[in-house]
Nanobody, 123 residues
Framework: QVQLVESGGGLVQAGGSLRLSCAIS????????MGWFRQAPGKEREFVST????????YYGDSVKGRFTISRDNVKNTVYLQMNSLKPEDTAVYYC????????????????WGQGTQVTVSS
């Protein structure tokens, strides 16, 4: 069974940075595309970024493009989300997800999900 565990969330001032990590169990990590999504209170889950199984292809949502960077370490079975120049509107619970197909932006296309980590950006 595949399990994902996010970490690295917290409280940060606007303009600051955080790095989220998502550790995935199982031997088949390098077969999965990985994605990050976020959900703010009262809003729908929003696509943030995705990275292909090899790490060679990445894609970002418009609201984070140029500020966030996704990466993965297939030896450590971990995917990262480096978040720079954070804004109050980035405040949300951030989820990582694993899926079979690359470049997917729809949450329904991912098979496994973590429990989420809270990111709060103060103004």
């Amino acid at each position: 069974q595949v399990q994902l565990v996010e970490s690295g969330g917290g409280l940060v001032q606007a303009g600051g940075s955080l790095r989220l990590s998502c550790a995935i169990s199982g031997r088949t990590f390098n077969r999965y595309a990985m994605g990050w999504f976020r959900q703010a209170p009262g809003k729908e889950r929003e696509f943030v970024s995705t990275i292909s199984a090899s790490g060679g292809s990445t894609y970002y949502g418009d609201s984070v493009k140029g500020r966030f960077t996704i990466s993965r370490d297939n030896v450590k079975n971990t995917v990262y989300l480096q978040m720079n120049s954070l804004k109050p509107e980035d405040t949300a619970v951030y989820y990582c997800a694993a899926g079979v197909f690359p470049s997917e932006v729809a949450a329904g296309r991912y098979n496994y999900w973590g429990q989420g980590t809270q990111v709060t950006v103060s103004s």
